[in-house]
């Protein structure tokens, strides 16, 4: 797993999303937190797992998905 040993990761669930643009809507979002690398979320779980080059502040995600119009809610 080279390339990904110095990348850090986390997972939060976010509730409220019910389609497709509420996905790409949080996914863009939490894309713009400076250090993200990346974002994956599942729409059926709500969940959402960011990889980042260093460890990010759970405050930051949690503001991004915030701003998108959702919640985190673990
Ligand atoms: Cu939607």
């Known amino acids: 797993m ?4 110095d990348m ?4 939060f669930t976010v509730k409220g999303m019910t ?3 509420c996905v790409a809507a949080v ?3 939490v894309r ?5 690398r990346g974002v ?3 729409l ?4 959402l797992h960011v990889e980042s080059d260093e460890p990010v502040a759970p405050a ?5 998905v915030e701003e998108a119009g959702y919640e985190v809610v673990a």
Not at 44 to 47: E, I, K, P, V
Not at 60 to 64: E, L, P
């Open 40 to 42: 994956d979320v599942d």
């Open 19 to 21: 389609c497709g643009h």
């Open 60 to 64: 930051a995600i949690v503001a991004a």
């Open 44 to 47: 059926a779980s709500g969940s």
């Open 27 to 29: 996914s863009d979002e």
């Open 8 to 11: 850090a990761t986390a997972t």
């Open 2 to 5: 080279g390339i990904l040993t």
């Open 32 to 36: 713009r937190v400076p250090g993200v």
